[in-house]
């Protein structure tokens, strides 16, 4: 199911056309996180080994803070009009990736697959700031301040699995 403007409005002072527009790239957004927030869970149950306590606790705030960004994102689809879908079988269908591999692992391994979680987010968010500059500044605002907080997120994850070197275990 792919999200639509189906409102006879939408917010004021933007076209139909750049709505529909902005409502797909928020609508990707809104999937990624609500992807990241479940796979950031599921890591938090299943994360075992030194260190399983700094990185247990570590994950609830971040799990808090992508179910709130997913929350604004999902709020400002239907402000332009759209409907915000976020039923399992609806993320399953319209995400890109494969799932999180990882069940039961040490923290290194976890860490090392979340920052690459992370990579991805990070980077489509970047993209979609990129296209929203030119569709909705309100839409672009609102995913600049998220990439700011996630990128914030990767930071933490990549203390965990930094060299004193400045290189990142795999």
Do not use: C
């Not at 609508?27 to 599921?42: E, F, P």
Request: aromatic letters at 6%.
């Amino acid at each position: 199911m792919t999200n639509a403007k189906i409102a006879q409005f939408t917010a004021p002072g933007i076209k139909d056309n750049a709505a529909q527009d902005t409502i797909s790239v928020l609508d990707d957004r809104m999937v990624a996180l609500i992807d990241l927030q479940l796979t950031l869970k599921h890591i938090h149950w299943n994360v075992v080994g030194p260190n399983f306590i700094g990185v247990h606790e570590m994950l609830d705030p971040q799990v808090e803070a992508v179910r709130e960004m997913t929350d604004t994102i999902a709020e400002r689809i239907a402000t332009l009009g759209g409907v915000p879908v976020g039923t399992p079988q609806s993320i399953v269908e319209r995400r890109s990736w494969k799932d999180y591999a990882i069940g039961k692992g040490v923290v290194a391994d976890h860490l090392a697959a979340l920052d690459k979680v992370y990579t991805g987010v990070n980077k489509d968010h970047r993209k979609a700031i990129e296209t929203l500059g030119e569709l909705d500044p309100v839409s672009e605002d609102m995913i600049t301040g998220q990439l700011a907080q996630l990128e914030q997120f990767q930071w933490f994850v990549r203390a965990h699995i930094e060299s004193a070197s400045g290189e990142l275990s795999n």
